[in-house]
């Protein structure tokens, strides 16, 4: 038998985009894990909350540049591909030259914002100044990395996520050390959180327009370049991004700007702390997702449909095998991990903050994948009403259940659960087999046994909780966190994999194992 198996999928680059993602995400981790702590117990969790929610303000921000920036790769791969170089770099210059103005617009409400900020959110008065310096912090980075964005295409359009995410890695490795030496040096502040960030900026974006140079030298930048009319061609359907954007906000981004109002800064500090590891984990997911798109791209460039479809259904079960892991082990262990991490805040409560937060990842995770059909097939459109009608409704019956309920918290972080997974099953599953030209449900199958394997995860972290005293060490916890992730990852490897892709698997590790 044959150990090799047509998963359409470019595996030796789809592999190195994705452990490179890895690295990135386990930097983001220790980042985290290091310095919310510090922050929550020098200045409380408000003050960590008011981190979180300055980044909000600027995704918020980012639907005024997401209709330009999120269908720029689709247009210029598509016309690269083709070899049609003339009218690739016209995409490239004409959205680098409006990415700047769009950028030198937005500094006015930029600043009003900043401005007014306690006229409108629950700022304790103490902490008002360094509460401004960090918006406006945050909101000069965002606005300089949205000037210089284009630039940072060079890696999608060739495959080579590895080196973003390397140069990811890096810089946020010099940004935990730039703010833990102002620490160390002036005491904790929330607004060096803003600083690190700047001096992230201020390394990737020249090695963006470096490797813009060595991996895209056909894509010059030049103002004769400029058209209106492909500005306009990338707007018709990227508009559509912003609208599920906008939809992606109402149902789950406005949770801490919602609770600072109607609850209070101290609450929005708990969600805050909530939502940290699960935002880290969706953003991994959707990383991983990332580095099988433009492998996905290239097929329908081509024109390859059947490779496609077997490049889709491979990248969904590799998102399968590990997806539920840790959100299972969150699940199961994250009271014991809140009580070890921040010991001074009510560790029970933000863990069912966060368990509200990922259950529903065993379905939503391995879709991932999916979402990139839609940018790929141009099906945008029919995508964003469906979603901005879940995430109106959404915000709608947050409201009435903070008014009406005594449910608080609770409602802010529960309410999207159930309107996230009508959407995905009624919509995003199905339709994405559509648009390929498969029938309906040929994804149901790999999300069935995520699911499964979800309980199962959810069942193996129980036991180990029930043997092992979790919370007296993290020796202890990672023991058990570690112990359930092997397990996890042997079940579903059985669960998930078929009989021939078991035996390649295996095959490969013991050819591994056999040279060392």
Known sequence: MSNKIDTGLDNKRVIINIFFSVVVFGVNMFISFFITPYITS???????????????????????SLALNSMASRFIMLKREQHDLENARK????????????????????????????????????????????????????????????????????????????LTAVTNILKVAAIIGLFFIFGPKISFMGWGALLCSAIYIPCNIYFHKKLTPDLGIKIRYFDLRKIREVLSSGIWNSITKLSQIFSSGLDLLVTNIFLGAQDMGYLSLAKTVPNMMV????????????????????GDMERLKRATKSSMKFMCLFVTIPNAILVTMGTEFFTLWVPDQPARLINILSILTVVNSCITGPLQPLYQIFTITNKIRQSSIVTIIYGFSSIVVTFVCLNTTGLGLYAVAGVSLIGSLIVALGYHLPFSAIYLGMPWYTFFPEIGKSIISFLVQCLIGTGVNIFLNLESSWVVWFSGAILSALIGLLINIILIL??????????????????I
Do not use: Q, W
């Open 498 to 515: 078929n009989k021939e892709e078991r035996t390649v698997l295996f095959g490969k590790f013991l050819k591994k194992f056999k040279r």
């Open 91 to 166: 995409y490239y210059s004409s959205i680098t030259i409006a990415n700047i103005i769009l950028a030198a617009l937005m500094m006015i409400p930029s600043i009003i914002c900043v401005t007014l900020l306690d006229s409108f959110l629950d700022i304790p008065l103490h902490m008002l100044f360094e509460v401004r310096l960090t918006f406006a912090l945050t909101f000069a980075n965002f606005l300089i990395s949205l000037a210089f964005s284009t630039f940072g295409n060079c890696y999608y359009l060739t495959n080579r996520l590895d080196i973003n995410s390397l």
């Open 42 to 64: 020098n200045l409380g969790s408000d003050a960590y909350g008011f981190v979180k929610l300055a980044n909000d303000f600027t995704n918020y921000a980012s639907l005024f």
């Open 283 to 302: 953003s991994l997911n959707s990383t991983i997702a990332n580095a099988f798109s433009p492998n996905m791209m290239m097929l329908y460039a081509k």
